[in-house]
């Protein structure tokens, strides 16, 4: 599943890696590229997304997810709905540390009703990956800006997937304690240290867990990277 900001187009590369070996899923979460989205938004409903994408093509997946993403995917494989096995990354979660502000997704829709996509946007990236203000005035003159403005909409839905998980405090050990299919638990390098802590404890509590870390990475290893780490874990016995 993708994470924040991105469409089905995001997983594009990787799809056509994993495709030799897998028939393989990408689709548009709420609210992004071609699908639609209605209001009042709840996670719950984007886990329900999944579980429908996984009874259409026959009732069983393994499923890959990516930061907010991720965070979908551990709460439908909860669900037993036939995710047979699990991989993601970084579900950013913050574990320690300053945890981010509860109303976090109301200040991001604030800025969306107001019309400023491109300060929700600033917001995000600010606040989620602590993006400089310097790098964040030089992404707004890049061409592909334009194309995060257009999903700005959604960052109130993934701030609303993470911030419960963003406390500053442990795991909740109970919400995934029905994830016993094998799950390969992955992080960056060199990504912020509170989503290599909160990667780790993740791990930790999921009963069938294994980690890799990709060297030299952030919050976005490439697909060719990525793709052989999938290959290898979704094919072993």
Known sequence: ??????????????????APHFTVYAYDRRGRGDSGDTPPYAADREVEDLVAVIGAVGGSAYVFGHSSG???ALDA????VGVTKLAVYEPPFIVDGEPMPADFADQLAGLVAAD??????????????GMSEEAIAQARTEPWWPALEA?????????????PYMTGRPLPTQRWSKVIMPT??????????FMREGTKALAGIL??????TFPGQGHGAPPEMVAPI??????AD
């Open 1 to 18: 599943m993708a994470p924040a900001l991105a469409t089905r187009a995001a997983f594009g590369p990787l799809a056509e890696l994993l």
């Open 70 to 72: 991720a965070v979908l």
């Open 77 to 80: 494989a909860a669900r037993d």
């Open 116 to 129: 400023r996509p491109g300060d929700a946007l600033a917001l995000w990236m600010r606040s989620t990956v």
């Open 151 to 163: 999903v700005a909409h959604t960052t109130p839905y993934d701030a609303a997937i993470t911030v």
């Open 184 to 193: 390969l638990v992955l992080d960056g390098e060199v990504s912020p240290s």
């Open 207 to 212: 009963p069938n867990a294994t980690s890799t």
């Open 230 to 235: 999938l290959t290898a874990f979704f094919l």
